[in-house]
């Protein structure tokens, strides 16, 4: 492998001697490829990295070019189409107005972003058009071979797979020649084509700008920017079936197992850290009350003092309908869950709103909508390519359906306990999801007609309190229905005697399919040392049961505020929560976490950037 910065000769992988240049249509028969061989390739795929900065303008020797190109050429194809071809620009003129596109493009995404997000995006590069002496268009044809062509009749996009092939040999050959890749997608394909003047049939696959670097980071550009991490790999590899996640060998664990067994204690030590700087900044001790208490705790699940900023953040709305609505529990028709399901998507509900002043992203997690979600924009290809219902889902929402909404727990259990398992596991990927894309505070929230019928029954059955103490009145139902609610609780509780002992079972017979993605996503946030601030009374009823799975978990919540459902409050004081805010909130959606966000930033900030005694020249108080 070559050295950061030197213009080298290729990689010579002997004893297979490969014609650099010409590519010939014999084939040679590989020979043994020798420890030192395996080595310098896995070098090679770990030392890959998606250059944007720091290009040299030194020219690219076209021998060296080439031999980068019969690489991509080598690569596999779907009956052996080779459908790419390789478009090389040069020309400053042409670049420069490639660049405007991009330009565009970039502003185009940064406009779509939280605030906080958009800042951190302003300084990040996302290309090197011009910078980097070579930029390679890989484009794909579909037609190439005519109609017969093996494998690409089921699937006509396997031409496009192909060419990225192509793009991934072409990258993996420029590193081990010293040359730096990066691949910009900020490009209309349209647009990109016709500034190009491509034949119509083609499809572009990638614009790559390529040259010689500075260096080459350690590790990719958006993880040491703090963009994003990277997923570790037993997260992604199942063995035999979807879920049975593990590494070739290892007794596969069940995601809640693992994360169960990830979770540890907040650290005294850096509560410890944290309580000694509050009492060295330039204010009088303890004057920032509560405060104080918060950024203790934001240290203590880090690890760390002072503790990194919760920011940003991210709402997940976990939305699902519930059974029970047939017993007459709310006014509210079952559809309105849907509905507003699609508010949250137009971002035009309340917690779209409050999340945009805020500067924090919603998603939304369809863990069991009874009915069907509207679709997003047509992603399809072309001809044929039908991405199936799924893959075709509106920009913001994670189709994660376990079921159509639980059954009637005054009649039989709210779902099965594999359900229950299913639903605390899309949880716990959503949180993990959304703190490797960058987010390092979640929130929670929650969308389901009657589910506050279902976390009373929850809440009543881990703090063993009688229904009739923390069923509340939701929507704000008259005292009929609420007399007719606490009974409903009363019934389903006596027909199932769930055990809080055994959280997954008092989440199956009595919770919502919300309820138990919830308890799943502040696992995988205690998991992961990030802190998740809760919402109303639904949040509390899954945070006694990610408590009941582990007790370490509540170091990680934070209260957002004290709705006015009953249940609510019994929870914050059966789990020692003090609420941020106190505002006679009750919505859900995420409403409440959502406002409290600042208040828990502005605890982190403080702690990092007030200014100590010391620092700042201040006298303390006499003693
Ligand atoms: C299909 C594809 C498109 C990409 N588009 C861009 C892009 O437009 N701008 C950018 O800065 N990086 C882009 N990247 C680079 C990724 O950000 C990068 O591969 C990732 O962060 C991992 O870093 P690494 O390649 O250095 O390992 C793209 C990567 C791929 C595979």
Redesign the pocket.
Known sequence: MTQAGAHPGPVVISPVVISPVVISPVVISPVEIGPAEIDAFYQVAGA???I?NGFLPDPVDDDALTRVLAAAHQAPSVGLSQPWDFLILRDEGVRQRLQRLAQQQREAFAATLPWPRAQAFRA????AILESPVNIVVTSDPTRGGRHVLGRHAQPQMAEYSAVCAVQNLWLAARAEGLGV?????FDEHELAAALGLPGHLRVV?YLCLGHVAEF?PA???VMSGW?RQRPLAWAVHEGSWGQRGLPGAEPASLLADTLAAIIPPDAAAAEAARQRQGQLTKPPGSLGYLEDLSVRLAAMAGECPPPLPEPAAVAVFAGDHGVHAQGVTPWPQEVTAQMVANFLASTAVVNVIAAQVGAEVCVVDVGVAADLPAGPDRNTGPGQDTGPDRNTAPGLLPRKVRRGTADMTVEPAMSRAEALQAVEVGIETARDLVTAGSRCLVTGDMGIANTTASAALIAAFTGTDPVEVTGRGTGVDDQTWSHKVDVVRRALDRHRPDPADPLGVLAAVGGLEHAALAGYLLGAAALRVPVILDGVIACAAALAAVALSPDAAGYLVAGHRSTEPGASRTLTSLGLRPVLDLDLRLGEGSGAVLALPVVQAAARVLRDVATFDSAGVSGKKE
């Not at 990066?182 to 900020?186: A, L, N, T, Y």
Request: aromatic share 10%; hydrophobic share 40%; charged share 35%.
């Open positions: 890959r990295r998606d944007r990040l590069k996302v290309e990066g691949w910009v997608s900020f990638a980071p990719p550009e958006l994003a």
